[in-house]
Protein backbone atom coordinates (compact mmCIF):
# COMPACT_ATOMS: atom_id res chain seq x y z
CA UNK A 1 0.00 0.00 0.00
CA UNK A 2 2.66 2.39 1.32
CA UNK A 3 6.09 1.33 -0.71
CA UNK A 4 5.16 1.28 -4.51
CA UNK A 5 8.05 3.33 -5.19
CA UNK A 6 11.08 1.32 -6.84
CA UNK A 7 13.94 1.79 -4.07
CA UNK A 8 15.42 4.76 -6.51
CA UNK A 9 17.63 6.32 -4.28
CA UNK A 10 21.37 4.90 -3.10
CA UNK A 11 21.87 3.22 0.35
CA UNK A 12 22.03 5.62 3.29
CA UNK A 13 21.06 8.79 1.13
CA UNK A 14 17.91 10.25 2.19
CA UNK A 15 17.13 12.46 5.13
CA UNK A 16 13.73 13.17 5.42
CA UNK A 17 13.52 16.40 7.91
CA UNK A 18 10.07 16.56 8.49
CA UNK A 19 7.09 13.74 9.17
CA UNK A 20 4.89 13.18 11.22
CA UNK A 21 4.42 9.11 11.57
CA UNK A 22 2.87 9.40 14.64
CA UNK A 23 -0.18 10.22 12.77
CA UNK A 24 -3.23 8.34 13.88
CA UNK A 25 -3.27 7.00 10.19
CA UNK A 26 -0.01 5.31 10.02
CA UNK A 27 -1.50 2.96 13.22
CA UNK A 28 -1.87 0.22 11.76
CA UNK A 29 1.01 0.00 9.19
CA UNK A 30 3.68 2.08 11.41
CA UNK A 31 6.14 -0.83 12.55
CA UNK A 32 6.09 -2.40 8.83
CA UNK A 33 6.42 1.10 7.28
CA UNK A 34 9.27 2.06 9.70
CA UNK A 35 11.19 -1.44 9.10
CA UNK A 36 11.41 -1.25 5.64
CA UNK A 37 12.13 2.95 4.67
CA UNK A 38 15.58 1.76 5.05
CA UNK A 39 15.71 -0.18 2.54
CA UNK A 40 14.61 2.67 0.19
CA UNK A 41 17.65 4.72 1.08
CA UNK A 42 16.24 6.74 3.69
CA UNK A 43 19.08 7.05 6.22
CA UNK A 44 17.23 9.73 8.77
CA UNK A 45 13.88 10.78 9.94
CA UNK A 46 13.16 13.93 11.68
CA UNK A 47 9.38 12.78 13.33
CA UNK A 48 8.03 16.33 14.26
CA UNK A 49 5.24 16.66 17.23
CA UNK A 50 2.67 18.95 17.16
CA UNK A 51 2.17 19.15 20.99
CA UNK A 52 3.36 18.33 24.40
CA UNK A 53 1.30 15.05 25.09
CA UNK A 54 0.24 11.95 22.85
CA UNK A 55 2.09 13.04 19.80
CA UNK A 56 5.22 13.76 21.63
CA UNK A 57 5.45 10.51 23.63
CA UNK A 58 4.61 8.63 20.67
CA UNK A 59 7.43 10.67 18.22
CA UNK A 60 10.20 10.01 21.58
CA UNK A 61 8.91 6.37 21.35
CA UNK A 62 10.00 5.87 17.93
CA UNK A 63 13.27 7.38 18.24
CA UNK A 64 13.95 4.89 20.98
CA UNK A 65 12.63 2.14 18.57
CA UNK A 66 14.06 2.77 15.63
CA UNK A 67 17.84 4.07 15.28
CA UNK A 68 17.25 6.48 12.28
CA UNK A 69 14.64 8.33 13.79
CA UNK A 70 15.14 11.53 15.82
CA UNK A 71 12.69 13.69 17.54
CA UNK A 72 11.79 17.76 17.38
CA UNK A 73 8.96 18.80 20.29
CA UNK A 74 6.49 22.05 19.99
CA UNK A 75 3.12 23.30 19.97
CA UNK A 76 1.74 23.92 16.74
CA UNK A 77 -0.38 27.11 15.84
CA UNK A 78 -3.31 24.67 15.11
CA UNK A 79 -2.98 22.99 18.61
CA UNK A 80 -3.31 25.63 20.50
CA UNK A 81 -6.62 25.62 21.83
CA UNK A 82 -5.99 21.62 22.81
CA UNK A 83 -2.84 22.89 24.82
CA UNK A 84 -4.11 26.12 26.65
CA UNK A 85 -1.43 27.61 28.09
CA UNK A 86 2.20 26.56 27.06
CA UNK A 87 3.78 24.21 29.67
CA UNK A 88 6.89 25.69 29.28
CA UNK A 89 8.35 23.19 32.02
CA UNK A 90 6.78 20.53 30.26
CA UNK A 91 8.14 21.28 26.74
CA UNK A 92 11.78 22.07 28.23
CA UNK A 93 11.96 18.65 30.09
CA UNK A 94 10.80 17.03 26.38
CA UNK A 95 13.59 18.94 25.06
CA UNK A 96 16.07 17.60 26.78
CA UNK A 97 15.22 13.70 26.27
CA UNK A 98 17.90 11.84 24.12
CA UNK A 99 17.33 12.63 20.27
CA UNK A 100 15.31 15.24 20.08
CA UNK A 101 17.23 17.63 18.10
CA UNK A 102 14.76 21.01 17.83
CA UNK A 103 12.07 22.68 18.75
CA UNK A 104 9.09 22.04 16.09
CA UNK A 105 6.69 21.98 14.52
CA UNK A 106 6.17 25.63 15.80
CA UNK A 107 4.77 28.66 14.00
CA UNK A 108 1.94 31.36 12.59
CA UNK A 109 -1.03 29.19 10.28
CA UNK A 110 -3.75 32.51 9.02
CA UNK A 111 -5.29 29.81 6.46
CA UNK A 112 -7.35 27.67 9.01
CA UNK A 113 -7.54 29.71 12.27
CA UNK A 114 -6.91 33.22 11.76
CA UNK A 115 -9.14 34.47 14.45
CA UNK A 116 -6.57 32.84 17.33
CA UNK A 117 -3.85 35.50 15.90
CA UNK A 118 -2.49 36.77 19.61
CA UNK A 119 -2.13 33.67 20.85
CA UNK A 120 -0.35 31.95 17.83
CA UNK A 121 2.19 34.88 17.91
CA UNK A 122 2.59 34.47 21.87
CA UNK A 123 2.68 30.38 21.63
CA UNK A 124 5.71 31.23 18.66
CA UNK A 125 7.24 33.85 20.48
CA UNK A 126 7.79 31.98 23.62
CA UNK A 127 8.94 29.32 21.62
CA UNK A 128 11.55 30.95 19.80
CA UNK A 129 12.97 32.41 23.19
CA UNK A 130 12.97 28.95 24.75
CA UNK A 131 14.70 27.51 21.42
CA UNK A 132 17.48 30.35 21.86
CA UNK A 133 17.78 29.29 25.92
CA UNK A 134 18.58 25.68 24.83
CA UNK A 135 20.64 26.55 21.84
CA UNK A 136 18.10 24.27 20.02
CA UNK A 137 17.23 25.17 16.47
CA UNK A 138 13.32 25.84 15.54
CA UNK A 139 11.35 23.87 12.75
CA UNK A 140 8.90 26.68 11.41
CA UNK A 141 5.60 26.36 9.82
CA UNK A 142 3.99 29.68 8.10
CA UNK A 143 0.66 29.78 6.22
CA UNK A 144 -0.30 32.62 5.03
CA UNK A 145 1.36 34.33 7.99
CA UNK A 146 5.12 35.67 6.00
CA UNK A 147 5.15 39.06 7.39
CA UNK A 148 4.55 38.01 10.93
CA UNK A 149 6.80 35.11 10.66
CA UNK A 150 9.73 37.27 9.47
CA UNK A 151 9.08 40.08 11.73
CA UNK A 152 9.24 37.19 14.97
CA UNK A 153 12.42 35.37 13.30
CA UNK A 154 13.95 38.90 12.74
CA UNK A 155 13.69 39.59 16.05
CA UNK A 156 14.81 36.44 18.02
CA UNK A 157 16.86 35.14 15.00
CA UNK A 158 17.18 31.35 15.81
CA UNK A 159 18.80 28.86 13.73
CA UNK A 160 16.82 26.45 12.22
CA UNK A 161 14.68 25.89 8.80
CA UNK A 162 11.29 27.60 7.68
CA UNK A 163 9.51 24.00 6.30
CA UNK A 164 7.38 23.28 3.36
CA UNK A 165 9.07 26.71 2.04
CA UNK A 166 5.81 28.77 0.39
CA UNK A 167 7.22 32.89 0.17
CA UNK A 168 8.49 34.60 -2.77
CA UNK A 169 12.16 34.79 -3.55
CA UNK A 170 11.99 37.92 -1.63
CA UNK A 171 11.50 36.17 1.17
CA UNK A 172 13.11 33.40 0.45
CA UNK A 173 16.42 35.85 0.53
CA UNK A 174 15.42 37.78 3.91
CA UNK A 175 15.22 33.70 5.30
CA UNK A 176 18.67 33.09 4.12
CA UNK A 177 20.32 36.51 5.40
CA UNK A 178 18.99 35.22 8.98
CA UNK A 179 21.86 32.19 8.66
CA UNK A 180 18.28 29.91 7.91
CA UNK A 181 17.26 27.03 5.93
CA UNK A 182 14.53 26.03 3.41
CA UNK A 183 12.66 23.08 3.22
CA UNK A 184 11.29 21.78 0.18
CA UNK A 185 8.76 18.43 -0.10
CA UNK A 186 6.62 17.29 -2.36
CA UNK A 187 5.08 20.63 -3.62
CA UNK A 188 7.82 21.32 -5.63
CA UNK A 189 6.50 18.65 -8.11
CA UNK A 190 2.84 20.47 -8.54
CA UNK A 191 2.21 21.54 -11.78
CA UNK A 192 1.67 24.90 -10.44
CA UNK A 193 4.56 25.08 -8.04
CA UNK A 194 6.01 28.34 -10.14
CA UNK A 195 7.38 30.68 -7.03
CA UNK A 196 8.74 27.24 -4.98
CA UNK A 197 10.64 26.56 -8.60
CA UNK A 198 12.14 30.18 -9.07
CA UNK A 199 13.13 29.98 -5.47
CA UNK A 200 15.10 26.52 -5.78
CA UNK A 201 16.88 27.89 -8.65
CA UNK A 202 18.39 30.82 -6.32
CA UNK A 203 18.69 28.82 -3.25
CA UNK A 204 22.21 28.44 -2.22
CA UNK A 205 23.45 24.93 -1.95
CA UNK A 206 24.23 24.87 1.69
CA UNK A 207 20.74 25.98 2.47
CA UNK A 208 18.35 23.30 1.14
CA UNK A 209 16.67 20.36 3.60
CA UNK A 210 14.44 17.96 2.10
CA UNK A 211 11.33 16.64 3.66
CA UNK A 212 7.62 15.33 3.48
CA UNK A 213 5.51 16.33 5.74
CA UNK A 214 4.66 12.11 5.78
CA UNK A 215 1.52 12.02 5.65
CA UNK A 216 0.81 14.86 3.65
CA UNK A 217 1.67 16.27 0.51
CA UNK A 218 2.39 13.47 -1.29
CA UNK A 219 4.66 14.41 -4.59
CA UNK A 220 3.41 13.62 -8.56
CA UNK A 221 3.16 11.21 -9.54
CA UNK A 222 2.03 9.82 -6.36
CA UNK A 223 -0.88 12.21 -5.34
CA UNK A 224 -3.71 10.50 -3.38
CA UNK A 225 -1.26 8.03 -1.85
CA UNK A 226 -0.30 9.13 1.72
CA UNK A 227 2.68 10.37 1.81
CA UNK A 228 6.02 8.57 3.15
CA UNK A 229 9.84 8.88 3.23
CA UNK A 230 10.65 6.97 0.34
CA UNK A 231 9.25 9.50 -1.88
CA UNK A 232 11.82 12.00 -1.30
CA UNK A 233 13.69 10.40 -4.01
CA UNK A 234 11.13 12.21 -6.49
CA UNK A 235 11.17 15.27 -5.23
CA UNK A 236 15.31 15.47 -5.22
CA UNK A 237 14.58 14.27 -8.86
CA UNK A 238 12.60 17.71 -9.53
CA UNK A 239 14.94 19.73 -7.75
CA UNK A 240 18.04 17.91 -9.84
CA UNK A 241 15.73 18.76 -12.98
CA UNK A 242 15.71 22.41 -11.95
CA UNK A 243 19.18 23.02 -10.51
CA UNK A 244 20.44 20.70 -13.29
CA UNK A 245 22.26 18.54 -10.87
CA UNK A 246 22.06 14.25 -10.11
CA UNK A 247 19.36 13.16 -7.54
CA UNK A 248 22.56 11.96 -5.90
CA UNK A 249 23.78 14.97 -5.51
CA UNK A 250 20.90 16.85 -4.60
CA UNK A 251 20.23 13.86 -1.76
CA UNK A 252 23.95 14.25 -0.61
CA UNK A 253 23.71 17.83 -0.07
CA UNK A 254 20.52 17.73 1.77
CA UNK A 255 21.97 14.93 4.03
CA UNK A 256 24.96 17.20 4.90
CA UNK A 257 22.91 20.08 5.10
CA UNK A 258 20.45 18.53 7.66
CA UNK A 259 23.32 16.51 9.87
CA UNK A 260 25.06 20.08 10.47
CA UNK A 261 22.21 22.04 11.09
CA UNK A 262 20.53 19.52 13.58
CA UNK A 263 24.42 18.51 14.76
CA UNK A 264 23.59 14.60 14.21
ZN1 LIG B 1 4.39 19.27 9.50
Not at 85 to 99: G, M, N, S
Amino acid sequence: MFLDIEPIAAPNTIFDSHAHYDDDIFDDVREDLLQTLPKYGVAYVINNAVDCKESAQKCIGMSHDYDYCYTAIGVHPLNLEDNGPLDTALLTELLKTPKVVAVGEIGLDYHYTPETKPQQLELFEKQLILANELKLPVIVHDREAHADTLELLEKHRPTGVLHCFSGSVEMARDVLNLGMYIGVGGVVTFKNAKKLVEVVKMLPDDRLLLETDAPYLTPVPYRGKICNSAYISVTAARIAEIKGYSIDKVLELALENAKRLYKI
